[in-house]
């Protein structure tokens, strides 16, 4: 079964840190980019990170650069998101997701497989 799941959601203070897991079944992530996205209520989906799969080339939105760090390990097969100074404005529902041909994308509809999602929650 193909399967991406998220994990390490949370309620974190301003300032505070979260490590976020991508953990795939069914798939090599070797072979695919993998990106995070977030939803916030009343928001449209918005592309956070991505990893790509040859080069392993990293991309951020301009919101997190400096502050979020995407990482993959491919022994354990997961993609990792390490979010550090976190503000309320990063609180959303974090969503991993697979892009086929290996090359990141902002736009959430190139993306082939999602998770269902874990809880980030920053009060101000």
């Known amino acids: 079964q193909l399967q991406l799941v998220e994990s390490g959601g949370g309620s974190v203070q301003p300032g505070g840190s979260l490590r976020l897991s991508c953990a795939a079944s069914g798939f090599n992530l070797d072979y695919y980019a993998i990106g995070w996205f977030r939803q916030a209520p009343g928001k449209e989906r918005e592309g956070v990170s991505c990893i790509s799969n040859s080069d392993g080339s990293t991309h951020y939105a301009d919101s997190v650069k400096g502050r979020f760090t995407i990482s993959r390990d491919n022994a354990k097969n997961t993609v990792y998101l390490q979010m550090n100074s976190l503000k309320p404005e990063d609180t959303a529902v974090y969503y991993c997701?697979?892009?086929?041909?290996?090359?990141?994308?902002?736009?959430?509809?190139?993306?082939?497989?999602w998770g269902q999602g874990t809880q980030v929650t920053v009060p101000s």
């Open positions: 997701a697979l892009e086929a041909w290996g090359t990141c994308d902002e736009k959430p509809h190139e993306y082939d497989y």
